[in-house]
């Protein structure tokens, strides 16, 4: 017996040293860290991705570090080479900007994982993978929501800078206003920063003065929208996160990132060790995109009706986008 469970000891080790997701599964944690321009609770574009993770940690062990507040390019890239530096399994650069700095660091660093978003580009590396997101199929049905609702006939959208799932999703929204009622005013401000929440503000504002009586917006900036917003009471679609904490009583609706759906494609690659050369995205049909309503906010029904329908158009293909 002494000899059998030592045969078997030994066709299981000699499994794990040959089988690189026995190695991952049954070793030490996995170790993950992530360089965001933003804070990690920042209700928008970094927080999506810290809660993406956060999820799959209910069921794998995970080491998570965490960098966050990077907006400055050259800091990000320092702190993606230093996570490589230390051995990380898995570093994701979450952020368009971060494409120039991760090419040049991946190609140093054959035995490290990497991923970035959102974009659609792995610069023919075999160990970098890419995320997007199809912002605009929830764009378009908040742009419908919001049309179907607008006494005054207006809506506003402040932008940050015009690129990436960003304006995605500005084109989204537009593209369902348009669709919802064809007369709407649909105004789009690119403030030309992710991170001005002053700016973002003035910009709001000066939609309301304009006659918009529904604004939405993207990136981490939009607290400040949503603020101006909140002190007129008029009423916010949301996306990337759910911010219906921000504002209770504006907030309509929530187009939600769950970036897990697609994070645990690359960890389940990696385990079988594949480091990258994928491209990777969410969206409503996989349920990487999700659609959250606030329930305590007042929506009319034809509202919501019309919302859901166009969500089930976008998914079961009725409803193209460009």
């Given at each position: 017996m002494k000899k059998f469970n030592l045969m078997l000891t030994a066709a299981f080790l000699a499994l794990i040293l040959f089988t690189p997701s026995l190695l991952l599964a049954y070793g030490k944690p996995l170790r993950v860290a992530i360089v965001a321009p933003s804070a990690s609770n920042d209700m928008a574009f970094t927080q999506s991705i810290v809660d993406g993770i956060n999820a799959i940690k209910k069921d794998r062990e995970i080491d998570l570090a965490i960098t966050d507040g990077t907006f400055i390019v050259e800091d990000a890239g320092a702190a993606i080479r230093d996570y490589a530096?230390?051995?990380y399994d898995l570093v994701i650069a979450h952020g368009s900007q971060y494409g120039g700095p991760l090419q040049e660091i991946a190609a140093d660093f054959p035995d490290t994982a990497f991923a970035w978003g959102t974009a659609q580009e792995t610069f023919g590396l075999p160990n970098v993978s890419s995320y997007d997101a199809a912002s605009d199929e929830g764009g378009y049905v908040m742009g419908v929501m919001a049309a179907a609702m607008s006494k005054k006939g207006g809506v506003g959208v402040v932008g940050p800078i015009e690129v990436g799932d960003a304006k995605l999703y500005v084109d989204g929204f537009v593209a369902g206003a348009k669709a919802q009622r064809e007369n709407i005013r649909a105004r789009v401000n690119y403030i030309g920063s992710f991170s001005d929440v002053a700016l973002a503000a003035e910009a709001a504002r000066a939609h309301i003065a304009a006659g918009s009586d529904v604004l939405t917006g993207t990136a981490q900036m939009v607290v400040g929208a949503i603020g101006a917003a909140r002190a007129k009471r008029v009423a916010w679609?949301?996306?990337?996160?759910?911010?219906?904490?921000?504002?209770?009583?504006?907030?309509v609706a929530s187009q939600v990132y769950k970036w897990e759906v697609i994070l645990s494609k690359i960890i389940d690659d990696l385990d079988n060790g594949i480091k990258g050369g994928k491209i990777y995205e969410i969206n409503l049909a996989n349920k990487g995109l999700v659609i959250e309503f606030n329930e305590?906010?007042?929506l009319p029904d034809h509202v919501k009706q019309a919302g859901l329908?166009?969500?089930?158009?976008?998914?079961?293909?009725?409803?193209?986008?460009d």
């Open positions: 530096k230390k051995g679609f949301a996306t990337q996160a759910n911010q219906t904490d921000l504002a209770p009583e504006i907030v305590g906010y007042k329908k166009a969500l089930e158009g976008i998914e079961n293909g009725s409803i193209k986008l």
